[in-house]
């Protein structure tokens, strides 16, 4: 077989095994000769020869195949040390383990077994708020380095408020400052996944010496390892010895670590012995700027487009509880008006969003406005739905049930009965008294504005 066909599969793993797997494991081989259907390739370390035979031969060999290269079998040789080739045979027996590596040097930092990082999360594209500030305060300060001052740091929030994004901007920036820092990132599926494997070869030495051996260790969604003891088991070993070493650990969840059902004890007080930090849920001016920052990006991608004032607030109001969610409908909103070839405006939003839109609706219910009616206009709950007339009651009493008239799907005899069993022609006359009023009296206005928008927030 010739170097200009291994040059060809090689172009085609590319494409199999994505850009970083290609970039970390593939590249890095030398096609050396191919001997009585024996390919054999030539690797810088004993590590990489054993991980690209368990992780990677089957699909070269398949490739080779394919390109009708003369081999049914793949080996991989450390020359550097003068090490046995270490052998992946499809149609035959597993391979055997080589005898761990000397030392933790030997695995160089391209060789990790981490997750890939998104380009695009970086400090640079996060938009900065109340809920987040902390969080975000907090990244920067691991990120830029010098001695560590809480250990772990622990990011918690819901889905879509940020966690990722912050792990992988961390990375990122640790890299630019200091390229020779050993930096891991990766999900606690895939620490479970590589631990579960080096069980199963019986490479549990390797494994230790590289999760031992990194400056900063990333975990993100630690809660998928609750109620897997053996997983936990090694996880707390791996805490302890990189602390021990004053490494830097970065941890996320979606909750916090007291809250993460079966979690080991002694995982959760290690997880809260650093800096706990909660991702609090966006509101109205974070998703704003949120939508206003990829806006721009969009903008220049489809230049000839034309974008109607209102609708970004308008998104920011009603997609409220995901991230991902309300940049996912940005880009399928710029998408579908590109191809339409129409303007972005408040209908065509509704008219191409409509599922996305009816999902967020926000379900306020008649108690929730009552008691945030109650709270706003500083009177007793039990007041308003009580027989009471005096105006200082009655008035947001005729608020609450105009609120619930229009954010409620409730019939005006449901609502009545909500309010101390009035009839529907009394929540009839308040909904239109405040209807009227609403139009004369800026201060009622005002008021129903706030509200509307606490109880959609």
């Not at 400056?215 to 021990?244: R, Y």
Request: with cysteine; charged share 25%.
């Amino acid at each position: 077989m010739k170097n200009e066909t291994w040059g060809r599969v090689k172009e085609q793993l590319r494409e199999s095994v994505g850009r970083s797997n290609y970039a970390n494991w593939i590249e890095p081989l030398e096609l050396r000769k191919v001997d009585n259907g024996v390919a054999v390739f030539s690797v810088p370390t004993s590590f990489m020869a054993n991980w690209v035979s368990r992780n990677f031969a089957d699909t070269i060999l398949t490739h080779l195949k394919a390109a009708n290269a003369p081999a049914s079998r793949v080996e991989f040789k450390v020359e550097a040390h003068q090490s046995q080739p270490v052998t992946s045979v499809a149609e035959t027996a597993p391979v055997a383990a080589e005898p761990a590596p000397a030392g933790v040097s030997d695995v160089p930092a391209a060789e990790l077994p981490g997750a890939p990082l998104d380009p695009r999360f970086t400090f640079d594209n996060f938009v900065v708020g109340k809920p987040n500030e902390l969080a975000h305060a907090a990244a920067r300060r691991v990120a830029e380095g010098g001695p560590v001052t809480f250990n772990p740091l622990f990011l918690y929030g819901g889905v879509g408020l940020g966690k990722t994004h912050l792990m992988h901007a961390i990375a990122h920036e640790i890299r630019v400052r200091d390229p020779k820092l050993r930096v891991l990132y990766l999900s606690a599926e895939q620490f479970m996944y590589r631990f579960v494997q080096a069980l199963r070869d019986r490479q549990m030495i390797d494994f230790k010496q590289i999760f031992r051996s990194v400056d900063v260790l990333m975990v993100d969604d630690v809660q998928f390892i609750a109620g897997k003891d053996s997983t936990q088991e090694e996880f707390f070993h791996t805490f302890n010895a990189l602390v021990d070493q004053n490494k830097q650990i970065i941890i996320s969840a979606d909750r916090a670590p007291g809250e993460i059902q079966g979690l080991e004890d002694r995982i959760k007080s290690r997880l809260q012995c650093g800096l706990v930090v909660d991702l609090h849920p966006t509101d109205y001016e974070l998703r704003l700027g949120i939508l206003q920052t990829k806006a721009e990006g969009y903008r220049a991608q489809y230049p000839d487009l034309k974008f109607a004032d209102g609708v970004l607030e308008f998104l920011a109001h009603r997609i409220s509880t995901n991230v991902r969610v309300l940049e996912g409908a940005l880009m399928r909103l710029f998408a579908f008006a590109s191809l339409v070839g129409r303007e972005i405006t408040l209908d065509l939003t509704q008219e191409c969003l409509s599922d996305i839109l009816k999902a967020s609706e926000r379900k306020v219910t008649v108690e929730e406005i009552q008691r945030k009616v109650s709270e706003h206009y500083a009177i007793r709950l039990s007041d308003m739905i009580g027989p009471k007339r005096v105006r200082s009651i009655a008035r947001p009493r005729q608020v609450a049930m105009y609120l619930a008239k229009h954010m409620t799907t409730r019939s005006l005899p449901e609502i009545g009965r909500r309010f101390g069993g009035r009839d529907h022609t009394t929540v009839m006359h308040g909904v239109r008294r405040i209807e009227e009023l609403k139009a004369t009296d800026s201060q009622i206005a005002d008021d129903l504005e706030m509200l509307r928008r606490t109880l959609e927030a």
